[in-house]
């Protein structure tokens, strides 16, 4: 069975900074693509980066582009997510997804809930 758990969410005040990790079982983290989406209340989910596990080709959205880092640690099957410079704007329910390639997630984790004060 394959299963995701996010956490690290919290209250963090504008400016700051964040970690989001994701731990991945049951999947050969080797092939896969693990992606963190975010719902923020009233909008849709959106993708916000992705990293490939077997060559750590990763991908942003404008919305966290150079704020935001995605890493894969493969001995430890956990993908990070670092957040800096953090706006009010990111405050959201963070998710993690993994599939067995860009853009294709069958799998999810519960939420973890990231609120940035101003």
């Known amino acids: 069975e394959v299963q995701l758990q996010a956490s690290g969410g919290g209250l963090v005040q504008a400016g700051g900074s964040l970690r989001l990790s994701c731990a991945v079982s049951?999947?050969?983290?080797?092939?896969?693509?693990i992606a963190w989406f975010r719902q923020a209340p009233g909008k849709e989910r959106e993708g916000i980066a992705c990293i490939v596990s077997d060559n750590d080709d990763t991908v942003y959205s404008d919305s966290v582009k150079g704020r935001f880092t995605i890493a894969s640690d493969n001995a430890k099957n956990t993908v990070y997510l670092q957040m800096n410079s953090l706006k009010p704007e990111d405050t959201a329910v963070y998710y993690c997804?993994?599939?067995?390639?860009?853009?294709?997630?069958?799998?999810w984790g519960q939420g973890t809930l990231v609120t940035v004060s101003s």
């Open positions: 997804a993994a599939g067995p390639q860009l853009g294709k997630y069958d799998y």
């Open positions: 049951g999947l050969t983290f080797g092939n896969s693509a």
